[in-house]
């Protein structure tokens, strides 16, 4: 199975375009924190200068993209060391209502920066090794692109499709950009240590199969035992190689998974909590809802109720 496609489907990552620019220097702007998002920018035409909560300083030209991870700020500006003022003082300032492109200043616009701006949103309480391993920020460079055909061709195609201007546009980009986050992921791996580590745990034959079992299977009663038998590899010496590569050791990673998963099963399914219970590998209701409650600090039944 694609552990990667049930992962980000069971955190419910969902994309969504949320602006075009066309800025004319000089010109700044400080984009908030945004929680349980990742926030990606595409250049069109121009320059971008971004820099990061961490304070890294970026560079970035037509055909580049950055993608900031965890919803944290950054400044976005043709240059460094502007002012930068709030998205929303600039947003104001303008007039934007949110429906076509946003332009600031009036300068040339041949000279001006053009982006394509969007997010990937999880659901809120989404947890696993991915999102926590995701780093500052990812860039991918045009030159970046002639390596990777799949994403070059999904961003170009939804660039074409943002300034196209007709009917189901926004819905398109919306599937595409969910498709160019996990490009963007396989060709910025190299830039987080942490998720090297998780892609070779999904392409390592023993702890990858270990995984697969989880995820194919995550109510069945699993033990460390267990799972190091399937994958032929001792307790001990499984334990330890899982935990080196994913993060976290193979129980606490099933215990996880099954609260997502229920999540999950929560919002979208009309199960009952105690048959949830069930497909989340407890044995009987309390047990869930007590795992549940000492995770997310709430019922089963009360996060249904709001989720609503």
């Known amino acids: 199975m694609d552990i990667l496609d049930d992962i980000l489907d ?10 075009r620019t ?42 580049d993209l950055v993608m900031i991870p965890k919803g944290w700020p950054h400044v976005l500006a043709d240059a460094p060391g502007r002012q930068a003022p709030e998205l ?24 001006s920066t053009q982006m394509l701006c969007g997010h990937f949103n999880f659901r809120e309480r989404a947890d696993h090794p991915i999102l926590r391993a995701l780093p500052d920020h990812i860039v991918i460079t045009a030159a970046m692109r002639l390596r990777e055909p799949l994403l070059d061709e999904m961003l170009r195609l939804a660039a074409r499709r943002a300034f196209a201007d007709r009917l189901g546009s926004e819905a398109a980009i919306t599937r595409l950009s969910e498709i160019v986050f996990i ?6 791996i190299g830039q987080s240590p942490e998720l090297m580590g998780l892609m070779e745990a999904f392409r390592d034959r023993q702890i990858g199969r270990a995984l ?40 606490t990673y099933l215990s996880d998974w099954r609260l997502q998963k229920a999540l999950a099963l929560l919002e979208r399914s009309q199960s ?7 497909k989340a590998g407890y044995s009987s209701p309390a047990a869930f809802t007590r795992a549940f409650a000492g995770k997310f600090g709430l019922a089963p039944t009360e996060y249904r109720r709001r989720a609503a």
């Open 10 to 19: 069971t955190l419910d990552l969902r994309g969504a375009l949320y602006f």
């Open 22 to 63: 066309d800025f004319t220097g000089p010109w700044a702007v400080r984009v908030p924190e945004f929680g349980s998002a990742a926030r990606f920018h595409l250049v069109m035409q121009g320059q971008l200068h971004v820099t990061t909560a961490c304070g890294a300083e970026l560079s970035l030209g037509p055909g």
């Open 88 to 111: 929303e003082t600039v947003l104001e300032a303008v007039g934007y209502d949110g429906q076509g492109v946003l332009r600031v200043g009036d300068g040339d616009p041949s000279a």
């Open 183 to 188: 490009e963007v992921l396989r060709a910025g």
């Open 212 to 251: 697969e079992l989880i995820h194919r299977d995550p109510d069945k009663g699993w033990t460390a035992e267990s799972l190091a038998s399937e994958v032929a590899m001792s307790r001990s010496r499984f334990a330890e190689r899982f935990s080196q590569l994913v993060g976290v050791g193979p129980m």
């Open 272 to 278: 009952t909590v105690q048959e949830i219970a069930g």
